[in-house]
């Protein structure tokens, strides 16, 4: 109440103070006479005209703010908030609320010093046009409005200053009012930059929720790849194990060590999609010895893996899938069995596992469902994206090559997840 009170008078004074100057200087400087009555009356109505628009002001100020002080009620103001981004952010922030501010014109930005400047017209919704006025009051009129914010950085964070004023001096602003127009943009801004900040984060906090829920789903999708083994082989094998204890127990022996080898080595990997390839050897040897035992002299196996590619980081059941993918279609069905090759090579930052085999081939009678050599496929991308490929192409003389081109940059102690 102080403070509006106050300010009244301080108007109505400071438009006293003008008359009286102008009463010295004309009549006791120029015609040395006394001032005529009708000059005094005038005097007294532009005070009172001064002090009802000091009153409009307050009571607009008290609409936008809903609290008048003398900071609020004056015509230049002030704001500096504190944005948790780093300064390039907070400039690109600062420099799109100010851009598209109503009645901006003539912004400059430089991005070097972190500073915005721009020229903000009087909206004429709710005021008069100063350009419409007679050029003998034209300067009475607040007129246009300016703003001038600053980036300061602090490391992570940063502090931007919001400076709203008239484009004119500061000493006139004790005769002449804005209509708290620069107490509207500097609350305005601050909204601005407050609703782009939050709508920043509202962002960060979708791409960070779509990010794990795409994980999630990588890994759900890894798992179930993973738990797509052939449950045949474990039913065939351990009821030839059933048979063989019948008739050559050291055979039968021999195919449950296999097997439990086997199991081994597969069973803990569906938390873990990763393996080495010198494992997946282990596991994949396991496997083809129960075979040999099931087919006999129908099946030859030969292995060249140097040992110094035994480390690379290879997704897990991978190479076993090609190698049943390869018994499966290709030696079982034909009569005469056959030979399957597991070849590993380096080439460059490359490393490529082949699975090759002498059988059928591609035709129709061979041909599976394909899920295997599909789940190959996605399980490549998911793991490694565009970094890793995978091949088949008809073998010499008959049969089928397979080959998986990981990065040798996965090696054991260096991959992180």
Known sequence: MFASFFFILRTGAAWGLIWLLVMLFLFVGVVKRDPPDVFQILTFISIGIAMVVAMSHIRRVRLLDQKVSLETLSNRHRRVLDLPLNANEAFE???ASIRDFPEVDQLESASDSLQVRAKA??????????????????????GDNQIYATVTPNGDTSTISLICEPARPA????????HASN??????LTRALTRRLGDLRNQERETVKQSLTEKELSVAKLNLLHAQVEPHFLYNSLASAQLLTRS????????????????RHSLPKTEDAISSLGEELERTKAYLDIMKIRMGSRLNVQFEVPDYLKNILVPSMMLQTLVENAIKHGIEPKSGGGTIWVIARAHENMVAITVADDGRGFNAESAGTGIGLRNVR???ALAYGSNAHFSIVANFPSGVAATISLPTSFLRGEHHD
């Open 93 to 95: 922030l600062l420099e």
């Open 183 to 188: 107490l509207d943009n500097v609350l305005a």
């Open 248 to 263: 050559d127990p050291a055979k039968a022996d021999e195919m449950l060590g296999n097997l439990i080898t086997y199991l």
């Open 121 to 142: 017209r009087r909206s004429k919704l709710y005021y008069p046009d100063a350009q419409n006025l007679h050029p003998a009051l034209r300067w009475l009129s607040s």
């Open 171 to 178: 000493w006139t602003d004790m005769f002449i009012l804005d």
């Open 378 to 380: 996605e399980r490549l």
